[in-house]
């Protein structure tokens, strides 16, 4: 048997290895099926944004030495997940510099925080876990798998129960307003709901890696699809198959499994263009 | 039966009035054309008329069992996303999302509307289409569909002619003309439109530095009056029109 069939074969026979692939899979679908209402609001980079601010809060609760650093990360991510897209309502502007502003500085302050305080030796390798994901997936615990059970079966009842909502706000918040439909509710259900599943996606894919499962599944099904509906199903069908894809080939050919995701994803948009191109001619 | 009925209003945001004194009212079945210079405060006084922004101060009073909600809404152009994936029907049906109420489904009967919707705007054929590909003269006649579904009782256009070709636009007059007289739907329009204010409309609402409300004969009258005096720009135009009002 070739070398990378016998090494795929071995961690699927790991239970934390079937953890993964179950904890990414699903955040990839959840942050698939936000991505779709973020980037036709222009928000496509509130994943980053808050990606970024999340790893300032886990700076944080490291040196803080919080044991359950999720009691204080996603707490913070939320608040500045609302902070963010009730800024950006004001003016287009202000939203894409109240973005940058937050990213940066939290990024900044939570590299300044390890560096300064940590008393673990390998602060480098810490940071570089914390940007672009686990080099392995051996960190994932069972209690990590429950959770991220939970908040998808979560954001999946949301979405499902206010699609039409989702809808309607998206396409045309004045209108939507105007007739009835609490368009302030929805934006901001959207924003906690985002930051929580940016939380859990920073464990697999790392912070700098995460506006990809945000943007790339909806980009690449709008090449193609012409309902939102379409576009919908289509980008959870994407983000599905390019994780569950990702994880696997990132165990044959022994990479970092965050980067070849994103890097299928990249593919899948380009194929996805072309096509696009072709059908339109 | 009178559905809106403003007294001295002044919109604008944050406090900041952008034009005060406006006086008029909207009953069952009228036709309002607003027109007004550019920066004159047409698509604010909408906005506020919409529930969108408070009013800065005086009264704006909506008829019995008439509330903002039930207006439909029919934005400028420009504010509609160019390349949103979504069907025809999905965004005619999104008109009836603000009475979904608790469920999170639409009902048979929110379909159905939504289907007679688009069989009286002629558009029943387009159902499948990707509304990004539609031409701005079929894109305009979806969002009054949308509209439609939200309500028949007043629909309110934020000049909806603009980026329109002349036959498109005149296909659009019509279709709105159809709509007040076969439906009864009330017709709010923001225009820069005079030609077709005075041919379409019931009522006329200028707003600028001589606010003049009026049916539209009384408007045409007064137009022609003050072109007969040489007086041709629309403010000396409204000055004398007001005047024209007080003396009837």
Not at chain 1, 66 to 71: L, N, Q, R, S
Not at chain 1, 204 to 233: D, E, H, N, Q, Y
Not at chain 2, 38 to 60: C, D, E, F, Q, Y
């Amino acid at each position: 048997m070739p070398e990378f069939v016998e090494n795929l074969v071995l961690s699927l026979s790991l239970p934390f290895a079937i953890y993964a692939l179950i904890c990414t899979a699903l955040v990839s679908v959840c942050a698939s099926l936000l991505g779709t209402t973020l980037v036709l609001k222009r928000f496509s980079f509130i994943g980053d944004g808050l990606s970024h601010v999340a790893f300032g809060a886990l700076a944080i609760a490291t040196v803080l030495h919080i044991a359950e650093d999720m009691a204080l990360v996603l707490p913070l991510t939320i608040v500045c997940a609302v902070l963010i897209l009730r800024l950006g309502q004001s003016t287009k502007v202000k939203g894409d510099a109240a973005i940058a502003m937050l990213s940066v500085t939290a990024l900044a302050v939570g590299y300044l925080l390890l560096n300064k305080f940590q008393a673990g030796s390998n602060i480098a390798g810490d940071v570089c876990t914390a940007l672009f994901g686990a080099t392995n997936i051996v960190v994932l615990k069972m209690s990590d798998v429950v959770i991220s059970l939970v908040m998808c079966a979560l954001t999946i009842l949301f979405f499902v129960f206010f699609y039409n909502r989702i809808f309607s706000v998206t396409f045309d918040e004045n209108f939507a307003t105007a007739t009835g439909t609490n368009a302030k509710v929805i934006n901001t259900a959207t924003a906690v709901i985002i930051a929580i599943v940016i939380v859990l996606a920073m464990k697999l894919v790392g912070s700098l890696l995460i506006s990809a499962l945000v943007v790339f599944p909806a980009l690449s099904a709008m090449r193609v699809c012409r309902s939102f509906k379409g576009v919908t199903l289509c980008s959870a069908v994407i983000a599905l198959t390019s994780s569950v894809c990702g994880i696997l080939l990132s165990i044959m050919i022994d990479t970092p499994v965050g980067a070849t995701i994103v890097a299928l994803q990249a593919v899948v948009f380009a194929t996805f263009f072309i096509i696009g191109l072709i059908r339109r001619k | 039966m009178v559905l809106i009925d403003c007294d001295n209003l002044s919109v604008g945001y944050g406090g900041r009035r952008i034009v005060s004194g406006i006086n008029f009212q909207v009953c069952d079945g009228d036709y309002l054309c607003i027109l007004g210079p550019n920066g004159a405060g047409k698509s604010t006084l909408m906005k506020t008329l919409l529930g969108l922004i408070p009013p800065v101060s005086g009264r704006l009073q909506y008829g019995e069992d008439f509330t903002a909600r039930q207006i439909g809404y029919l934005p400028q152009e420009s504010l509609v996303q160019s390349d949103f994936p979504a069907s025809v029907k999905e965004v005619v049906l999104s008109g009836c999302t603000g009475r979904l109420g608790f469920r999170p489904f639409f009902r048979k009967s929110d379909k159905q509307l939504a289907e007679s919707a688009m069989a009286t705007l002629g558009i029943t054929s387009l159902k499948n289409k990707c509304f990004r590909e539609l031409s701005g003269g079929q894109k305009q006649r979806v969002l009054i569909a949308r509209a439609l579904c939200a309500t028949e009782k007043m629909i309110v256009l934020d000049e909806p002619a603009a980026g329109l070709d002349p036959r498109a636009t005149d296909e659009l007059y019509k279709t709105l003309a159809n709509l007040n007289r076969d439906k009864g739907t009330a017709i709010v329009m923001i225009s820069h439109d005079v030609p077709a204010a005075k041919r379409y409309a019931s009522h006329v609402l200028y707003i600028g530095d001589n606010p003049f409300f009026g049916s539209a004969s009384e408007y045409a009258a007064l137009e022609s009056l003050s072109a007969g005096n040489g007086l041709t720009t629309a403010g000396s135009a409204s000055a004398t029109h007001k005047g024209v009002k007080r003396n009837a």
